[in-house]
């Protein structure tokens, strides 16, 4: 039984992820699905747990940019015994924007949360708690590379222009 969490900006690819390699094992969760429900964070909080203690691996497909975002689900999974895993997407802020502005109704978001989220996110670090930890880049294909986390991948920023 796994905990994923997806750590990365909006339109970097996460939600495709989870439907090509992990939506027939595990269970998704993201507050994306209800955009207007008050308490958004206990209502994940809830199902969450509420899928580990039935033995069901999940997924959280939210950006995750901080560690305080990420603690008290780390805890979660834990809790319920299950393996902590991260995802971290490389996120090219430009080609993030390009992909959201493509996107349409509830799905395409402002710019200006790309922008905030890219200023906020720090990557994940296996001090967090996690028991795996790896690095997704999106190909130019729609394809996704995957390779184990390195160490030297902690150090590093949102890809901006000209960076």
Partial sequence: MELVLFIGLQGSGKSSFYRERLAATHVHVSKDLWPNARRREARQQR??????AEGRSVVVDN????????APLI???REHGARVVGYAFESDLEACLARNAARVGRARVEDKALHITSRKLSWPSYAEGFDAL???RLDPQGGF???EWRQEDESQR???PDA
Avoid: E, M, S, Y
Wanted: net charge positive; aromatic share 4%; hydrophobic share 50%.
């Fill in 75 to 77: 805890a979660i999974g």
């Fill in 63 to 70: 950006t995750n940019p901080l560690v305080g975002d990420r």
């Fill in 158 to 160: 949102v890809r901006k």
């Fill in 47 to 52: 199902l969450i747990a509420q899928a580990l």
């Fill in 145 to 147: 590379h995957v390779r």
């Fill in 134 to 136: 790896f690095h997704v």
